[in-house]
């Protein structure tokens, strides 16, 4: 639709069908503004005002009805406004300039369309005009409200204070900044500026047009804080991490994505290669799998050495490790890399491990196995690293059956070689506690906050048919890397606490939990997969159909040597702030985000108190493994901290329990002493020195404790407790058939996951 012309100055053509009416309205100069940086094309439309300038007739469109239209194009002239008052109507406003208040700013059409040419000019120029102006022209009331609320917008637009960093004007600093160039421009201004400035309004035009003016100011201002501030932007660049990797970047690897869903061979695959190779390391994304694969690799005869954050056992005359991925050396060399469920790259707490193993490793050859999610940004990381990528591609052994029956909420459908799955330790104990009541199977038990040596005691008792365990009760921890002989995966709820609210477990979760039922050379290599509950039925369908979700970015972290450099530029900050400022100031490549730190930082903020540790005691310290929302091993990571730093021998302070756990206090009790143990063992492994000398204590206590935990849980025939009982939120669940019990969910959801 095309109007015009009105009072013989423009053409309107609309692109809105729903329009019915149009009004053509005069309004004065300061109250309506528009801007259109492209005539004869459509384009965004901004409309904006300021409800001061606002004549009667408008108030309540200013109020009610006043939109952002953006299906307009406007051209022949730049000075009118289309509002569009919410009944489909629009009210199309030519503006007419009034005489200013004080008499000398009243303007022409002439002039008015010099106002445009503003915008064309150099930037560079404006300043310098502003800056040598001796005062300010005078401005109208209207102007000046205008001009008010453009700055206001300026100084809180996220688009200028991002694009400022491109300058070294930091975020921190940018709002001062954008007020001290507000008081410059106001008392500098210039009438057509101004005016041009009214004509688009408080809008990113606007932003877009201030900028380059603001950055001429701040570079005469503030060159100390811009030098300093680029130091800072500098030091903490995480921009092109394949060139943190020099050796590797001349070395002609070839990668080789083994791409599939569970069950289908990826691992196995590629740890052929693994053990054919000369020199070989496997990174795993748990300690549990990278000791399955030691006792496996060396039990086919390849000698392997085992390397964790907690253990390291060495293997004499092994060239092979298996490791977590956390510890992967990028330092040595290898014939044959593993890294195994790469998809992790883009987990938010320990992606980093990933990236920087697929980035840094030295190997001639390396395995990456994992879902489709990851395929494309691993494409991306190989085109900019020059590496070769070979893709292979995999389908399950066996295809997943849903049985549709479901277990209509009743457990005592549970049948030998069934894992009920569920979200929360709590739910575990008493899920295993109906099982066990109502029927006569036997529960073995798997749940994040058991140590590895007792998930995998579990996973033989479970696996082994000469016994009685044939259920087994677990938590999401079941979802990777136990080979496991489950029948079929029964999904005792499929929503989670997740520390603030009830939510849905994510697709990729379900999946790769229900995958884990039907395992090739398991005795059940056909696997099933159902809910307890009919109403849960449809969302597991839903999930196991879902195709797997791209992913645009993977995590990164900076090693200690870039805190350290990015502590030189702001010194005496606490460790926690020093994070939060490297958060705030790093750059980043648009393939990468920059992993969670909130952990560190709690534990960053309690070691704060204890005097005498390097930045780098602090750096290893925030990364060892510890449940931080678990109060006992927190105390005994300070203390652990405290000893240290007053160069005392680091004592484990703990006694040793001497039988199995007979109630829920009693078993949390071990498995937090197990925790802390193990803290210790991380400690003595990542401290150079003999400052913590009872590793071996700490590893027998360990190994003992694990053992308790297995009999106590075996045994295990009590109601659960919680380790926050205070906090927890009680959810009453449906009538669960026979068990009929009343459910609570465990409020502590996420823990540091420890590799
Ligand atoms: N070619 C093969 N010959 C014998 N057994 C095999 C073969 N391929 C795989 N398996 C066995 O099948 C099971 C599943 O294989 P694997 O662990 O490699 O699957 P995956 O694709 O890595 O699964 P996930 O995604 O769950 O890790 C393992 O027990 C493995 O030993
Ligand atoms: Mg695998």
Redesign the pocket.
């Known amino acids: 639709m095309a109007i015009g012309p009105a009072r013989n100055l423009f053409y309107l053509y609309l692109s809105k069908n729903n329009v019915s009416k149009l009004r053509f309205l005069s309004v004065s100069s300061g109250f309506l503004h528009t801007h259109f940086a492209e005539p004869k094309k459509i384009h965004d439309f901004h409309v904006y005002g300021h409800p001061m300038q606002t004549p009667p007739q408008f108030s309540s469109l200013w109020c009610n009805q006043w939109k952002r239209l953006n299906l307009f194009h406007f051209y022949g002239h730049p000075f009118s406004t289309v509002v569009e008052n919410g009944d489909n109507e629009l009210e199309v406003c030519d503006l007419d300039v009034e005489e200013n208040e004080c008499g000398d700013g009243g303007l022409g059409s002439e002039k008015r369309l010099n106002f445009v040419q503003i915008a064309s000019r150099d930037p560079v120029e404006i300043y310098r005009e502003l800056r040598d102006a001796t005062k300010c022209e005078k401005q109208t009331r209207a102007d000046w409200d205008t001009l008010i609320e453009i700055f206001r917008c300026f100084a809180q637009s996220g688009w200028a204070s991002n694009q400022a960093l491109a300058v070294y004007i930091g975020a921190s600093f940018f709002p001062t900044a954008a007020q001290k160039f507000r008081i410059f421009f106001f008392k500098k201004c210039k009438v057509d500026v101004v005016k041009y400035l009214e004509s688009l309004g408080p809008c990113i035009e606007a932003e877009k047009f201030l900028f380059p003016i603001f950055v001429e100011f701040c570079l005469e201002e503030f060159p100390n804080e811009i030098k300093n501030f680029r130091k800072m932007v500098e030091s903490a660049d995480l921009t092109k991490p394949h060139t943190w990797f020099p050796f590797a970047r001349a070395m002609k690897r070839k990668i080789i994505y083994h791409c599939?869903?569970?069950?289908?061979?990826?691992?196995?695959?590629a740890l052929q290669s693994f053990m054919e190779a000369k020199k070989g390391i496997y990174c795993s994304p748990l300690r549990l799998l990278a000791m399955e694969v030691f006792d496996k690799v060396n039990g086919l005869g390849v000698y392997c050495s085992l390397l964790t954050g907690q253990e390291k056992k060495h293997v004499p005359f092994s060239n092979h490790v298996a490791c977590t991925v956390e510890m992967v050396s990028t330092d040595q060399m290898y014939d044959v890399a593993v890294i195994?469920?790469i998809q992790m790259m883009a987990d938010t707490y320990r992606g980093y491990a990933w990236t920087r193993a697929l980035l840094g490793l030295k190997a001639d050859e390396i395995h990456v196995?994992g879902?489709p999610s990851v395929l494309n940004i691993v494409r991306k990381v190989c085109s900019e690293t020059g590496d070769e990528l070979v893709e292979q591609h995999?389908e399950r052994?066996k295809p997943l059956v849903v049985e549709a029956k479901t277990l209509l909420g009743d457990l005592t459908k549970v049948r030998s070689g069934d894992c009920v799955v569920t979200f929360s330790r709590r739910e575990i104990f008493e899920v295993k506690l109906a099982i066990e009541k109502h029927s006569n199977h036997r529960c073995c038990v798997i749940y994040g906050a058991l140590p590895p040596e007792t998930r995998r005691q579990q996973a033989t008792l479970f696996n082994d048919p000469n016994n009685e365990f044939d259920v087994l009760v677990a938590s999401d921890a079941v979802g990777?890397g136990l080979?496991l002989n489950i029948r079929r995966i029964i999904f005792y709820t499929l929503s989670k606490y997740n520390g603030d609210r009830i939510v849905p477990i994510p697709a990729s979760q379900v999946k790769?939990i229900a995958?884990?039922a039907g395992?090739?050379?398991?005795r059940y290599p056909e696997g099933l997969t159902t809910t307890l509950q009919l109403e849960d039925l449809d969302y597991l369908i839903e999930c196991l159909k879902k195709p797997f979700e791209e992913v645009n970015k993977v995590g990164l972290f900076p090693f200690y040597e870039q805190v350290e450099l990015f502590a030189g530029q702001i010194p005496n900050s606490t460790f926690a702030e020093l994070l939060d400022r490297f958060g705030e100031n790093c750059r980043l490549d648009g393939s990468y985000f920059l992993c969670q730190y909130n952990h560190i930082k709690k534990i960053a903020n309690m070691l704060e108190k204890v005097q005498g540790l390097s930045l780098e005691d602090r750096f290893n310290f925030c990364f060892a493994p510890v449940n931080i929302r678990d109060p006992k091993a927190m105390y005994h990571l300070l203390k652990f901290a405290s000893s240290y730093a007053q160069a005392l021998p680091v004592n484990i302070a703990m006694g040793m329990p001497n039988c199995s756990a007979r109630n829920d206090s009693e078993l949390l009790d071990l498995e937090s002493k197990h925790q802390v143990l193990s803290m210790y063992m991380w400690l003595s492994n990542h401290f150079e020195g003999d400052k913590f000398p009872y590793f071996k204590k700490a590893e027998a206590m360990a190994t003992g404790i694990a053992e308790l935990l297995g009999e106590s849980i075996a045994n295990a025939r009590w109601k659960p407790e919680s380790r926050n009982a205070g906090k927890q939120q009680k959810v009453v669940k449906k009538d669960q058939g026979e068990t009929k019990d009343q459910l609570c969910l465990n409020t502590s959801s996420h823990k540091k996951i420890a590799a």
Do not use: L, W
């Open positions: 599939g869903p569970t069950n289908s061979g990826k691992t196995y695959n195994d469920e196995c879902d995999y052994f990777m080979n790769q995958g884990r395992r090739r050379g398991s």
